[in-house]
C-alpha cells in the first residue's frame, strides 16, 4: 500500500512540477519524506515482523491477549447476541458474518478470528441511537471459533460459532 501512495505521490508531484505549480523545494521534501517512508516499509519487511497499527488489541497474538487488551476475559455467554457465520466457509479470504443483538445500550462490537495470526479482526463503536446489528466479510486462515463480542456499559457479552476454513484467507 505504501508503495503505491509512493507512485501516486509521485506522478501527481512530477505532473505538478512540469506545470510550474510546486516549487523545487517543495518537490524535494516530498521527495525525502516519500524515501523515508519506503525505508521504513523495508525494514518492516526486512524483519518479517507484521506492522503494528499501534492499538494493543488489535497487535495481540493470540486469543488470550487479545481478551485481555478488550477487557473482555470475563465475557458472559448471552442468548441475546446472534452470531450469523457459515458453518463452512470455502474461502477463507472473504468469510460473512455478522453479529445482532437485543441488548439495549451497546456501545462496542468486536469479531474475533480465534486462530488468526492477529485474531482481532475488527471493532465497531457505537451509539446508543444504532441499532444492534453489524455485518462484515472477514479473514480467517484456518478453521476457528469466531467470536462476537457486545460492550454494553462496563459489562460485556459474547457469542462463538466454529467455522471450518477450507482454504485459508491469511
Not at 474461502?91 to 445500550?105: D, M
Amino acid at each position: 500500500m505504501q508503495r503505491r501512495n509512493f507512485v501516486k505521490g509521485t506522478i501527481a508531484a512530477s505532473v505538478a512540477a512540469s506545470t510550474g505549480l510546486l516549487s523545487s523545494q517543495l518537490w524535494a521534501a516530498d521527495e525525502a519524506k516519500a524515501a523515508k517512508a519506503d525505508g521504513a516499509a523495508a525494514d518492516a519487511k526486512a524483519t518479517d515482523a507484521p506492522e503494528s497499527t499501534g492499538s494493543p488489541a488489535f497487535d495481540a497474538e493470540n486469543l488470550a491477549d487479545t481478551l485481555k487488551a478488550l477487557g473482555a476475559e470475563a465475557a458472559e455467554v448471552s442468548d441475546k447476541i446472534t452470531l450469523v457465520a457459515p458453518d463452512v466457509a470455502e474461502n477463507g479470504a472473504v468469510v460473512p458474518v455478522s453479529i445482532e443483538t437485543t441488548l439495549e445500550g451497546a456501545t462496542q462490537f468486536a469479531f474475533i478470528a480465534e486462530n488468526n495470526a492477529r485474531p482481532l479482526t475488527a471493532t465497531f463503536d457505537l451509539s446508543p441511537e444504532m441499532a444492534g446489528f453489524v455485518g462484515i466479510r472477514m479473514r480467517m486462515g484456518k478453521t476457528g471459533k469466531v467470536i462476537a463480542l457486545v460492550t454494553v456499559g462496563d459489562k460485556t457479552y459474547k457469542a462463538e460459532k466454529n467455522v471450518k476454513v477450507t482454504a485459508g484467507g491469511c
